[in-house]
Structures are given as C-alpha cells and as structure tokens.
C-alpha cells in the first residue's frame, strides 16, 4: 500500500531535520586553499624510522678481520707462534685499553653491548681525576672552588622625565623635562681561603649628568674602592672542614653535602685506582687462565693425532689381514678396529675445534686480530713441582694487598671525614664580617684637580679616592641557626649508619677473604695429589699397553686386537687426564696468587702515577721556600691529621 501523502510530509520533514542536526553537530570542513604544487609528506613515513647517528666512526682495519678464522674445514696452514706467558701479559695489556672479561664472550648479558658505560677501561682514573659532577668530583674540580673570581660590568643609560614637584626637582620647574644620563662601571675579585674564609675587593664608579640647577657640578662621578672579609666562626669554619667538605655554603640550609672537598675529592681518585687495579687483576687471571687452557688443548690435540695413528695403522693391518686371509677372516677385528678409529677421529676433531676456539678467545684478550697467518701456541711448560705456601704470610698478603680490601677502607675513611664535617654543620653559624673602604669624588675621572670650592681640588675623581681622607669601614658579626637543626642532624644520623654499614663490609670482606684464601689452598692440595695420581695411572696404563702390544706381537692368536687397543685408548685418557690434573694444579697456583692479590707482583706488573707538570714542580717549590720562613702558631696544629700511609702493603 502506498503512503498517505500528509503521512509523506512528515518523514521527508524528519530527515531534513535529521540532516540539519547532523551538520550542527559535524560541520563541513572548510576548504582550505594554498599556493604552489603540493609536495609529498616524506616526514610522515620517516618520523618512526630506525636513524643512525652522524658520527665518525673509524672502524675496524680490513687487516683485522680480512682472513677467515681457524676452523675444521679450512685449508690455510698458518705459521706457528710459540709464545710465552710472559709475552702474553705483556701484548694483553698492551693492545686492551677496553679491559674484556673472559666469562662476558658470546654472553646475551655482555656488559660491552648491553652496559658499555660501565666497562673499565684505561681512562677511568682519569675520567674520576677531571669529574665535575656531584659526589664525583676530581681534585681539579675542587680545587677550583679556591680559584679567584673576576666580575666586571658597564652599563650605560639615559632617562627623560617630566618633574611635577618643585622641591624634588633639584630646581627644575612643575613640567620641566629632567634630561639625565649615568653610567656604572664595576668590577670585583674575590676568593676563597683554605680556612673558610672569603675575601674581595671591589672598585666601582657611577657617572651621573642631568640638567639640574641645584649641583655642583652638572655631571659627577661617585666611586669607591672596597675590601671585604668574612669568617666562619662556628659551622664550616676551619681548614679542617675546608678540606673536607669545601667552602661553606652562604646558607646553612643551601649546604650540598660534605663530600666537595680536595681530600674527599682525592680519596675518590684512589677508589678509582682501586676498581681499576682490581680490573687488572681479573684481566691477567683471565688471560693466564686462557693460556694454560689453550696449553691443555694443544697437549689433548697431540694426544688425540697420536692415537688416531696408531688406530689408523692397526685397521690398516687388520684389513690387509682380511684380504689374505679371504671371507669370513678377520672381519670381526676389522669392524672393531674401524669403529675405534672412527670413535677416535670424532675425539680428534673436537680437540681441533677446541684448540681453536680456545686460541682465538685468548685472541680476543690479546686484543689481536681473529687471524693474522699464525697461530698461537703456548711456549712455557706448566709447573709441576711441588709448592707449599705459608698460611700465615698468604693471608696476611691476601689483607694487605687485595684491592677491594683497599677500597673498602677508603670508603670507610670517607664517611669518617664527611662525620666530621658534617657534625661541624650542627653548630649554629656565626660569621665574622668586615669591610674598610675608599670614597672617592671627582667633575672628571681623569684630568686636573681642581675644582668646586676654593681647596677642595673636587676636579680629579681618581686623586680624591686615592688621597684617602675619605674612607669608611665597618665590623660585626652574622648568626643563624635553625630552629630544630633536622638537616644537620638527619646527615650526621645517616652517615653515621652509612660508616657503620662500610665498617661492617669491610670486617665480612676480610673474614669473606680468609676463607677465599682457605679455598685456594686447599685446591691446591687436591690438584696437586690428583696430577700425582693421574700420573700414576698414566704410567700403569702406559705399562698395560706396551705390555699387551708385545704380546699381540708376539702371538696374535692368544691376544685379540681389540684389548690392544682399548688398552691404548685407556693410556691415551689418562694422559689427557694427567695433562689436565697438571694444568688444574698450575691453575691452582694461579688461584692463590689472585686470591692473596699478588697476581701483579707474579707477572712484573706495578701501577704508579705519572709525573706531574713543570708547573707543578715549579709550584711546589715555590710553597716550599716559602713555608721554611713561617712562624709558628703554638696555638694551632702545625700539620692536619695524616689521611695516608706510607708503610708498603706487605708491612702492614
């Protein structure tokens, strides 16, 4: 049925309203118009695109890593290196300014990729030495809180002004425009002093000129010449806190911490000597860990050669064997002599393969490229001697000389000295100010005397300041104090757990070090009895195999083949065996020596600063010549309390 045309009305009305309401709410865009072609958004599909950075980037030489690595199928014969562990030490810390870690190779966890800020290397000392940032500062950077400060400034102006009174108009009339020029000229030096205290002068002269009727003189300089001093009496006052925390701050509740001093500063330097050191440490162990590897894997490949040619020589017996004697003869012997031989060529290429990866990790510490036509091969003999080390020296060595041991007592000594400076802080402040000063007033800066009254000479602004007739000073003091002193108290409070926290590091660390050094010696007892015991059972296996050999020579029939050769195979394992007793056993040794920290000392290698400056020589004399002609103040500690010690590690 069609619709009634009223009933048609009505809906086409509804969607018109409909659309009406629908533009209301969602306007039609405008059309916007430009000039010029459109050029395509390139940033759009860039914007998430992986970038590298415009760096220089110098790369790997082609040499280092053109020739292909040492692997089972290649063919290249490389010439031999026979180096020694000497030779090794020395071209490992040579070549590595990036100090590696051997348990860090084909690790997901490698700090070198996923931690590279944290790798020690050969510049962090120096890096600690020039710090600037908080709590890391260098001795420059804290030093440099004693530098003098230089400021100067000047400015020039000029203002015009209508006047609306008479009596502040300085003569002008109600409506009279007031033409004024200045100028400023200032500039100051300051310093800090080793006690706390600061210092200053400061010289300035304002220039004013207007078109005032009631002055001396239509323009005018005004100056002065001014020297300051301020004293911490109580809170940060002393030499003793200077060097511990550095200069005060102006406000004690401004106050950054007790740590910006030159001795924090400078202890700071000798943790970063002691983390290095320690790097060292690891380092050599890891490089003399990997040489006697490679020792056993070169000793596990002859081994392996020498045993898969005598295999090789028996099957070739036996088959010819086979062969005279025609089907059904010897084939038994045949099998077994084959399989053995197959067994032995797959121990054979695993030696191989362990022999070069072990070469090429020892590479990688070396720093050496993958292949450079050689091939690495140990030169020195492990040791095999018996050695028997004194407890009591060992762990007297193992605390005297660790590095940890060293850094954790500079950390202890540390907090010790941030305590004292920050129990100082609790005192209230009080400061002694002072200043005396030069006034000087002048028509001119420079030029003749004479001016204003009859006598005054008011022409020179220079000369009257330097007559010094006209001078001003004044004295007093400063005090503030927190009401509650929290700050104050809170820092003394947490360094005092902080310093009994380190105190009790320390204590476990040395205990922790007793019993690393007890481990080590009694590894050394068990890897010595076992080279001797494997020593053993190589020569009894060496015995057995001789003895069946002649025997199968003798009589073939009565001796089979296959316990001849079991027999070698069996000589052949604990040879490999008493190899790899031996090596533990000099790994042992290797062991104490890291464990009582005399790793360094074993392999020649001594850690020194270098030589300072000749301006520092220079410098140092100088403070020298003239501290001999000082008075002393009886009254005072003629030297601070002694943060070092002189004594060598192994006396202490």
Known sequence: MRPQPARR???????????????????????????????????????????????????????????????????????????????????????????????????????????????????????????????????????????????????????????????????????????EDTANFSSGLQKRLANGAQVGVVHSWDYSANNTSARLFPSVYTGLLRAEYRQPLLAGGGVEFTRIAGPVSTNIQGVTGVQQGVIISRI???????????????????????????????????????????????????????????PGGGGVENAEARDLCFETEARLLAARDNMYSTEAQLRRLLGLPISDGRIIRPADEPISAEILPDWANCLRDALARRPEIRRQKWVVKSLSLQLLAADNLTMPRLDLVGGYQLNGFGNNLLGPTNGGAPGQNLGNAYDNLLQGDRDGWNVGVEFSVPVGRRFALAQVRNLELRKAKATMLLEEQEKEISHEVAAAFRALDRTYLTAQNSYNRWITSLERAESLDRQYQADSRRTQLESVLRAKDMQARAEVQYIQSLIEYNTSLLELHYRTGRVLEMNHISLHEGPWQADAYRQANEKYEARQYAKDAYFKSAEPEPVTTSSSPAGN
Request: with cysteine; charged share 20%; net charge negative.
């Open 9 to 179: 009305v009505v809906i086409v009305a509804l969607c018109v309203s409909l659309q009406l309401l629908y533009s209301c709410k969602y306007p039609a865009p405008v059309k916007k118009h430009f000039l010029g072609d459109p050029a395509p958004a390139e940033y759009i599909a860039d914007s998430t695109r992986i970038a590298h950075a415009e760096v220089f980037d110098p790369g790997v030489a082609v040499s280092e890593y053109a020739m292909e690595p040492h692997r089972l199928r290649g063919t290249r014969v490389d010439d031999v290196w026979d180096l020694t562990l000497t030779e090794a030490v020395h071209i490992a810390l040579k070549n590595s300014r990036i100090i590696r870690q051997s348990g860090a190779f084909l690790s997901p966890g490698n700090p070198l990729f996923s931690n590279p800020d944290f790798m020690p290397t050969t510049l962090d000392p120096a890096i600690q030495e020039t710090g600037v940032l908080y709590g890391q500062r260098g001795v420059e950077a804290a030093l440099s809180e004693f530098d003098a400060q230089f400021t100067t400034s000047m400015t020039w102006g000029t203002n015009r002004t209508i006047q609306n009174n008479l009596f502040t108009s300085g003569g002008l009339q109600p409506g009279d425009t007031l033409d």
């Open 268 to 326: 700071n330097n000798d943790i970063a000597v002691a983390d290095f050191e320690q790097s060292i440490h690891d380092f050599i162990r890891d490089v003399e860990t990997l040489y006697w590897q490679l020792s056993l894997a070169y000793r596990a490949l002859d081994v392996e050669e020498r045993l898969l040619t005598e295999t090789a020589q028996a099957w070739t017996i036996v088959e010819n064997r086979t062969r005279v004697e025609g």
